[in-house]
């Protein structure tokens, strides 16, 4: 299994700033996944991060407004860019096993924005 | 498209009740099937999997069966704990197109003591 850690745990924005979201993971991985939230839903994959290549991005989400970097195998960061209210949700961070297909997910970021 | 549907709440229950929280699915090669939980304030946890058809996942007294031919996973305990009550998400992943997981859209259960 993976550890996750997510920095910050929570977040108030003001409209029209950038939050980046850390995310560590306790052995080295693949591949890692963000995910949003909203209250009382299901998860909505934002992007897939691999390293050592661009993130590969879901219909209806783009770099310019979710920039992820993947700098080494037990790192990653989101930024949520221009932040509007419509951006305040739980955001997630996720591995893949190495060797098996289930995943592992930090306790999330919960962004408010204002 | 693949897909996965279960049953919607909240389920209320009282401790020690029965718990079956249905699961079906629609997938074009053959995937594994998960259970997460999500605790209030939490991310999710991998509850139980099963990665073929006739298999069995189980973990904390949860248990549900891979069925090939109804397409389902059902999430099943004889006797809930107040300290089950949580948000539930049966999931599928295919090791192919970017190996994704496709979620449910999660079944909330509260137990009362």
């Known amino acids: 299994s993976a550890v996750i850690s997510q920095k910050p745990s929570r977040d108030i924005c003001q409209r029209g700033t950038s939050l980046t979201i850390q995310c560590q993971v306790d052995?080295?991985?693949?591949?890692m996944f963000w995910y949003r939230q909203q209250p009382g839903q299901s998860l909505t994959l934002i992007a897939t991060a691999n390293q050592g290549s661009e993130a590969t991005y879901e219909s209806g989400f783009v770099i310019d407004k979710f920039p992820i970097s993947r700098p080494n195998l037990t790192f990653s960061t989101l930024t949520v860019s221009n932040m509007s209210p419509e951006d305040s949700s739980i955001y997630l961070c996720?591995?893949?096993?190495?060797?098996?297909?289930?995943?592992?997910f930090g306790p999330g970021t919960r962004l408010t924005v204002t | 498209g693949d897909s996965v549907t279960q049953m919607e709440g909240p389920v209320t229950l009282s401790e020690e009740a029965f718990l079956t929280i249905n699961c079906t699915y629609t997938?074009?090669?053959?995937?594994?099937l998960f259970w997460y939980v999500q605790y209030p304030g939490e991310g999710l946890q991998l509850l139980l999997k099963a990665t073929k058809a006739d298999d069995k996942g189980s973990n904390k007294g949860f248990e549900a069966t891979y069925r090939k031919e109804t397409t389902s996973f059902h999430l099943e305990k004889g006797s809930v704990q107040v300290s089950d009550s949580a948000v539930y998400f049966c999931?599928?992943?295919?090791?192919?197109?970017?190996?994704?997981?496709?979620f449910g859209a999660g079944t909330r259960l509260f137990v009362k003591a």
């Open positions: 997938a074009t090669g053959y995937p594994s």
């Open positions: 996720s591995s893949r096993g190495t060797g098996g297909d289930e995943q592992y």
């Open positions: 999931a599928l992943s295919l090791n192919t197109g970017g190996f994704k997981t496709i």
């Open positions: 052995s080295q991985v693949t591949m």
